[in-house]
Protein backbone atom coordinates (compact mmCIF):
# COMPACT_ATOMS: atom_id res chain seq x y z
CA UNK A 1 0.00 0.00 0.00
CA UNK A 2 1.19 3.56 -1.19
CA UNK A 3 1.93 6.39 1.71
CA UNK A 4 1.37 9.56 0.84
CA UNK A 5 3.38 12.56 2.47
CA UNK A 6 2.57 16.19 1.14
CA UNK A 7 4.52 19.52 1.20
CA UNK A 8 5.21 22.74 0.16
CA UNK A 9 2.18 24.48 2.40
CA UNK A 10 3.48 27.65 4.56
CA UNK A 11 2.65 31.07 4.59
CA UNK A 12 1.56 33.55 1.96
CA UNK A 13 0.05 36.46 1.64
CA UNK A 14 -3.36 36.83 -0.63
CA UNK A 15 -3.28 37.11 -4.55
CA UNK A 16 -0.09 34.87 -4.07
CA UNK A 17 0.38 31.66 -5.19
CA UNK A 18 1.49 28.02 -3.85
CA UNK A 19 2.08 24.61 -5.11
CA UNK A 20 1.50 21.50 -2.92
CA UNK A 21 3.31 18.32 -3.93
CA UNK A 22 2.10 14.75 -2.66
CA UNK A 23 4.51 12.23 -3.10
CA UNK A 24 4.00 8.83 -2.97
CA UNK A 25 5.87 6.13 -1.51
CA UNK A 26 6.01 2.11 -1.17
CA UNK A 27 4.19 1.51 -4.27
CA UNK A 28 3.63 2.96 -7.59
CA UNK A 29 0.91 5.80 -7.41
CA UNK A 30 -0.25 5.05 -11.21
CA UNK A 31 -2.71 2.36 -10.07
CA UNK A 32 -4.46 5.32 -7.66
CA UNK A 33 -7.03 8.22 -8.59
CA UNK A 34 -5.93 11.09 -6.34
CA UNK A 35 -7.72 13.89 -4.76
CA UNK A 36 -6.79 16.97 -2.75
CA UNK A 37 -9.31 17.60 0.09
CA UNK A 38 -9.01 20.57 2.60
CA UNK A 39 -9.86 21.08 6.52
CA UNK A 40 -10.52 23.85 8.85
CA UNK A 41 -10.39 22.81 12.71
CA UNK A 42 -14.43 22.45 13.74
CA UNK A 43 -15.23 22.01 10.06
CA UNK A 44 -16.02 19.16 7.82
CA UNK A 45 -13.02 17.62 5.65
CA UNK A 46 -13.97 19.94 1.75
CA UNK A 47 -12.66 18.43 -1.58
CA UNK A 48 -11.04 20.49 -3.22
CA UNK A 49 -9.55 18.95 -6.63
CA UNK A 50 -8.99 15.05 -7.61
CA UNK A 51 -7.36 13.79 -11.07
CA UNK A 52 -8.40 10.22 -12.74
CA UNK A 53 -5.14 7.54 -12.88
CA UNK A 54 -4.48 8.80 -16.48
CA UNK A 55 -4.39 11.94 -15.43
CA UNK A 56 -6.89 12.88 -18.40
CA UNK A 57 -9.67 13.70 -16.02
CA UNK A 58 -10.15 16.07 -12.97
CA UNK A 59 -12.67 17.75 -10.93
CA UNK A 60 -12.51 20.76 -8.88
CA UNK A 61 -14.98 22.05 -6.28
CA UNK A 62 -16.95 24.95 -8.15
CA UNK A 63 -15.92 27.63 -5.60
CA UNK A 64 -11.96 26.98 -6.41
CA UNK A 65 -12.55 25.90 -10.67
CA UNK A 66 -9.76 28.37 -12.06
CA UNK A 67 -7.70 29.22 -8.96
CA UNK A 68 -6.44 25.66 -8.23
CA UNK A 69 -5.07 23.11 -10.57
CA UNK A 70 -4.36 19.27 -10.17
CA UNK A 71 -1.58 17.29 -11.78
CA UNK A 72 0.32 14.74 -11.65
CA UNK A 73 3.69 12.91 -12.79
CA UNK A 74 3.65 9.16 -12.74
CA UNK A 75 6.95 8.72 -13.13
CA UNK A 76 7.59 11.03 -10.92
CA UNK A 77 5.31 9.20 -8.31
CA UNK A 78 4.19 13.22 -7.68
CA UNK A 79 1.04 15.01 -7.38
CA UNK A 80 0.91 18.68 -7.53
CA UNK A 81 -1.87 21.55 -6.69
CA UNK A 82 -1.02 24.47 -7.73
CA UNK A 83 -2.99 27.28 -5.99
CA UNK A 84 -3.19 30.83 -7.40
CA UNK A 85 -4.77 34.49 -6.24
CA UNK A 86 -5.26 32.82 -2.65
CA UNK A 87 -7.94 34.44 -0.35
CA UNK A 88 -7.30 34.29 3.43
CA UNK A 89 -10.39 31.83 3.37
CA UNK A 90 -8.12 29.22 1.31
CA UNK A 91 -6.47 28.79 4.66
CA UNK A 92 -6.40 24.98 5.89
CA UNK A 93 -4.69 21.92 6.53
CA UNK A 94 -4.21 20.32 2.92
CA UNK A 95 -4.37 16.52 2.34
CA UNK A 96 -3.69 14.51 -0.43
CA UNK A 97 -5.55 11.16 -0.51
CA UNK A 98 -5.74 8.07 -2.81
CA UNK A 99 -8.24 5.67 -3.89
CA UNK A 100 -6.86 2.02 -5.45
CA UNK A 101 -8.49 0.36 -8.50
CA UNK A 102 -10.57 2.83 -9.81
CA UNK A 103 -13.82 2.05 -11.68
CA UNK A 104 -11.58 3.23 -15.02
CA UNK A 105 -8.71 5.03 -16.18
CA UNK A 106 -10.49 8.07 -16.32
CA UNK A 107 -12.64 7.98 -13.35
CA UNK A 108 -12.97 10.65 -10.46
CA UNK A 109 -14.19 10.44 -6.98
CA UNK A 110 -15.19 13.38 -4.92
CA UNK A 111 -16.44 12.09 -2.08
CA UNK A 112 -13.81 11.62 0.93
CA UNK A 113 -15.62 8.43 1.69
CA UNK A 114 -14.20 7.00 -1.17
CA UNK A 115 -10.67 7.43 -0.40
CA UNK A 116 -8.87 5.34 2.30
CA UNK A 117 -5.19 6.17 1.88
CA UNK A 118 -4.37 9.50 3.56
CA UNK A 119 -1.11 11.75 4.04
CA UNK A 120 -0.41 13.28 7.39
CA UNK A 121 -1.63 16.79 5.84
CA UNK A 122 0.22 20.60 5.20
CA UNK A 123 -1.23 23.19 6.57
CA UNK A 124 -1.48 26.43 4.12
CA UNK A 125 -1.85 30.07 6.22
CA UNK A 126 -3.15 32.91 3.47
CA UNK A 127 -3.03 36.53 5.35
CA UNK A 128 -4.53 39.37 4.58
Known amino acids: QVQLVESGGGLVQAGDSLRLSCAGSGSTLNTYAMAWFRQVAGKEREFVAS????????AYADSLMGRFTISRENDKNTVHLQMSSLKPEDTAIYYC?????????????????????WGQGTQVTVSS
Open 51 to 58: ISRSGENT
Open 97 to 117: AAVSHPFTDSTVYRDSIRYKI
